[in-house]
């Protein structure tokens, strides 16, 4: 489904060069759930840009179901995007002035076609899965840490992507709500068989997933 062939990552200045991914060759199978583990700046974050195609690589090709991805800009590449990825990070990006369910509703905004009852309904159906139906007339502020990421999830899937990527999604959080936050991500993984690939320093979270990737100064390792 994901594959990345060769994908190199390279920061130049007119006295350093950086690599922050070398060589990268990925496959990830539809429906599989993928953590990539590594020390701080070992390109985790950066391969997570490439694949949700926010950033383009350096080198090398990635492609996604058929598409083998040629443009990172304009309307199409935009479309893909909110149509068939979902973003999940570890400071939530929620906005503060935003009630929940507006909140979720946002990616929807830029979806042909859908209408603002349309909007609302799907958006409460996101807020339901993640447990939180009966907070959508809240506000950001008035939410504990785990809550917001909550939010932040349904905002993620309320357009029913097929890949979800998550960048520390239980980083910034306690064990026991870390350990709420992905319950949730392995019960979209095994019951609406999400694709989903989740950059992590914790261990423990890692080991609930299908399949280990490790980096290292931005080459693969295991």
Do not use: W
Not at 55 to 63: A, C, H, M, T
Not at 174 to 185: F, T
Not at 187 to 203: A, F, P, R, S, Y
Request: net charge positive.
């Amino acid at each position: 489904m994901i594959k990345l062939e060769n994908v190199s990552k390279i920061y130049r200045t007119k006295t350093i060069e950086t690599v922050a991914l070398n060589k990268i060759n990925l496959d990830v199978v539809e429906g599989e759930f993928l953590s990539v583990m590594g020390p701080s700046g070992c390109g985790k974050s950066t391969m997570l840009n490439i694949i949700g195609l926010i950033d383009e690589p350096s080198e090398g090709s990635i492609s996604i179901g058929p598409n083998k991805i040629k443009d990172y800009n304009g309307k199409p590449i935009a479309k893909f995007r909110n149509e068939n990825l979902g973003f999940i990070f570890q400071s939530f990006h929620l906005i503060n002035d935003l009630s929940v369910i507006d909140n979720v509703e946002l990616p929807l905004l830029y979806r042909n076609g859908i209408n603002g009852k349309e909007r609302r309904a799907m958006a409460e159906e996101a807020l339901t899965k993640v447990g939180l139906k009966n907070r959508m007339k809240h506000f950001p502020g008035q939410l504990s840490g785990g809550q917001k990421q909550r939010v932040a999830i349904a905002r993620a899937i309320v357009g029913k992507p097929r890949i979800i990527l998550a960048d520390e999604p239980t980083g910034n959080l306690d064990s026991v709500m870390g350990n709420e936050i992905m319950d949730i991500l392995l019960g979209l993984n095994q019951n609406d068989k999400t694709t989903i690939i989740m950059v992590t320093h914790d261990e423990t979270m890692a080991k609930k997933t299908n399949r280990l990737v490790r980096l290292f100064d931005g080459s693969q390792v295991s």
